[in-house]
C-alpha cells in the first residue's frame, strides 16, 4: 500500500468515527475533540479571561445579564428534555459575567461559559435585545460549533498535508502556487461557508431560545438593523465573511419568528415574566 492510499484511509475513518449527532438538527457533525476534552480548556480560558478583564458586578445590568442567561439556560433544558435529550447540559457549568469594554461584542464558550461586553448594550437596547444576543451565543454552545470549527481546522490541516504529499515530486515554486490554491479554495469554498451555516444555525436556535424563555422573537431581527446601522455599512461580501450579511440575516429572522412563537407555545412559559 502506497503512503498516499494509507492517507486516505486513516482521512476517511477519522472523519467517520469521529462524529457527534446535533440535537438541534439530528445532524452528524464532526468531533475530532471531545467535550471532555474540551469543556475543562474552556472553563480554563474562561477564567483566564476574567482575570485580564474588569468584570462588573451589583449594578443592574449585570443583574440582567444573569437573569437573561438563566431564562436562556432553562428555556434550553426544556426544549432539550422535551426532545429527548436529557441529561445534554449535566456537563454545563453555567456562568454570565458583564464586562467592561467598549468591544461590540458577547460570547458563550463551549459548556455554558457566557461573557457580555458592556460596549453592545447600547446595541442590544433593553432586556428582549440581550435575550437575541444570548440566544444566539448559548445556541453555539449548545450545537457544539466550536468543536465543529476544531475539528474542521483539523481537517483543512489535514488536507494541506495530502496537497503536500501529492505534490511532493513538483518543484518548490508548484508545490507552493498548490499550497496557496488550496488555501484559498479551502477556505472560500469549505471553511467560511460552513462558518456562515452555523451563524444562521445559531440564529435560529437562539430566536426558539428566546421565545421559549418568554421573550418576543420579533425583536432580533430589529437588533440586527440596530447592529447594521452600528457597522456604517462596512462589510465584506458575504461569500468572503464568515457571517451571513445583515441584510440576510434580517430577512431570515424574520420568516423564523413565527415559527419560534409556535414553538414556544408548547411550553409552559407562564413561569417567565413577559417581556416585550
Known amino acids: 500500500m502506497t503512503f498516499k492510499k494509507a492517507f486516505s484511509i486513516l482521512a476517511i475513518v477519522a472523519i467517520v468515527v469521529s462524529c457527534a449527532t446535533n440535537p438541534f438538527t439530528g445532524k452528524k457533525t464532526m468531533a475530532f475533540v471531545s467535550n471532555d476534552q474540551l469543556f475543562p480548556s474552556s472553563f480554563a480560558q474562561y477564567n483566564q479571561v476574567l482575570s485580564e478583564s474588569k468584570v462588573i458586578t451589583g449594578t443592574k445590568d449585570a443583574e440582567m445579564i444573569t437573569r437573561v442567561g438563566q431564562r436562556i439556560a432553562v428555556a434550553a433544558e426544556r426544549w432539550l428534555n422535551a426532545n429527548g435529550h436529557q441529561g445534554y447540559l449535566d456537563d454545563y457549568k453555567w456562568e454570565y459575567k458583564l464586562i467592561e469594554s467598549e468591544q461590540v461584542n458577547a460570547w458563550c464558550m463551549p459548556g455554558g461559559k457566557i461573557a457580555f461586553y458592556t460596549g453592545i448594550l447600547p446595541i442590544a437596547q433593553n432586556e428582549t435585545g440581550v435575550a437575541a444576543i444570548m440566544g444566539h451565543e448559548v445556541a453555539h454552545a449548545l450545537a457544539n460549533h466550536g468543536q465543529q470549527r476544531m475539528s474542521s481546522g483539523m481537517l483543512q490541516q489535514l488536507g494541506g498535508i495530502g496537497v503536500a504529499v501529492a505534490t ?78 445583515n441584510d440576510s440575516r434580517i430577512k431570515n429572522l424574520q420568516s423564523l419568528s413565527p415559527k419560534a412563537k409556535a414553538e414556544a407555545k408548547k411550553f409552559d412559559v407562564t413561569s417567565f415574566r413577559p417581556i416585550n
Open 168 to 245: 511532493g515530486n513538483e518543484s518548490p515554486e508548484k508545490q507552493q502556487l498548490w499550497m496557496q490554491a488550496y488555501g484559498l479554495a479551502s477556505n472560500v469554498g469549505g471553511m467560511l461557508p460552513f462558518s456562515r451555516a452555523h451563524e444562521t444555525e445559531a440564529d435560529k436556535i437562539g430566536l426558539y431560545l428566546m421565545a421559549i424563555a418568554g421573550y418576543n422573537p420579533d425583536e432580533a431581527a430589529e437588533l440586527w438593523k440596530r447592529m447594521k446601522a452600528n457597522s456604517g455599512g462596512q462589510a465584506p461580501p458575504e461569500f468572503l465573511s464568515t457571517h451571513p450579511s
